[in-house]
């Protein structure tokens, strides 16, 4: 085994290994997935994907979130600016 040492934006090592964590994933585990699989490519094999969120992109939502939109294109909608609570 060896070490491989990167540089990354801090912000970018936690949004990526909390989407590892959400694969069952650790960062080394996907580190060491990545590697084996463009070795066994020749090339960049793929990109890890995590699972959907079912709150996100269910129909119901959806189907809110297009509403929403139409009503603000129409001028019929209002924007509300959210508070961060602290």
Do not use: W
């Not at 959400?22 to 463009?38: C, E, P, R, Y």
């Not at 699972?51 to 979130?65: C, T, V």
């Amino acid at each position: 085994m060896t070490t491989i040492s990167a540089k990354i934006d801090h912000t970018d090592k936690d949004m990526f290994e909390r989407i590892c964590n959400s694969m069952g994933l650790n960062i080394s585990a996907a580190i060491n997935a990545f590697v084996k699989a463009t070795i066994r490519e020749n090339g960049m094999p793929f990109a890890l994907k995590a699972q959907d969120d079912p709150y996100i992109y269910s129909e119901q939502n959806m189907k809110f979130l297009k509403q929403s939109i139409s009503q603000i294109e129409s001028g019929k909608g209002r924007v509300h600016e959210l508070k961060e609570t602290v």
